[in-house]
């Protein structure tokens, strides 16, 4: 399994982007990689997903370098509300059942007025 | 919206306590899954299921079991609880079989669990 670290924390201000990168130094040819929020009393939700080069859908973007040992989720003009925790999660489709996936530790993201 | 309801937000048990925490999704999914949440150790993976009666340990089985006897519902047992098993639990579903990470992982509220 690919195991995943990330920065614990992170503080910004209202408007700024915020980038949060993931190293998933061996990552296997077939994973994918996929980021989820997370909020205060909820489960986390999904973000984005991305295999290479770059995603980008409404809510955010991800950067994902040739070598795709790192991921970077992209938050633009990040407010108040985008204050959460953020996973990114790595993994495959393997030919069994097995587990094939492991979600990253965490980055807490605080925005401030 | 797909739905994944946990039965309960909050259970206090004591010690010894069998423990029954119950998860239902409305989506027809094939996956479901059990998770622990706690202060600096992320999600980690306690149990899942791709279909109805299959289980799979995850990353820390131990102490827990899991049932799956209709495709909507997947329970999560502790058999004696412990104090080191007071925690977040999450469940969560996902589509399609086999594609556990690509699929996109729908959550729960979660159900905090003391056990005292």
């Known amino acids: 399994l690919a195991k995943t670290t990330q920065p614990i924390s992170m503080d910004s201000y209202e408007g700024q982007e915020v980038n949060i990168t993931c190293s998933h130094n061996n990552i296997a040819t077939n994973d994918y990689i996929t980021w989820y929020q997370q909020f205060p009393s909820q489960g986390p939700r999904f973000i984005i997903q991305?295999?290479?080069t770059k995603v980008t859908n409404e809510v955010a973007s991800l950067f994902i370098p040739a070598d795709r040992k790192s991921s970077t989720l992209s938050l633009p003009r990040v407010s108040l509300s985008d204050t959460a925790v953020y996973y990114c999660?790595?993994?495959?489709?393997?030919?069994?059942?097995?587990?094939?996936?492991?979600f990253g530790p965490g980055t807490r993201l605080s925005v401030l007025p | 919206d797909v739905k994944v309801t946990q039965s309960s937000r909050y259970l206090v048990k004591r010690t010894g306590e069998k423990v029954f925490l119950e998860c239902v999704q409305d989506m027809d999914h094939e996956n479901m899954f059990w998770y622990r949440q706690d202060p600096g150790l992320g999600l980690r993976l306690i149990y899942f299921s791709y279909d109805v009666k299959m289980k799979e340990k995850g990353d820390i089985p131990e102490g827990y079991s899991v049932s799956r006897e209709k495709k909507e519902r997947f329970s999560l047992i502790l058999e004696s609880a412990s104090t080191n098993q007071t925690s977040m639990y999450l469940c969560?579903?996902?589509?399609?079989?086999?594609?556990?990470?690509?699929?996109?992982?729908?959550f729960g509220a979660g159900t905090r669990l003391s056990v005292l």
């Open positions: 969560a579903s996902s589509s399609s079989g086999r594609k556990l990470a690509k699929n996109i992982q729908y």
């Open positions: 991305g295999y290479k």
């Open positions: 999660l790595v993994g495959d489709t393997p030919d069994n059942y097995g587990q094939n996936f492991v």
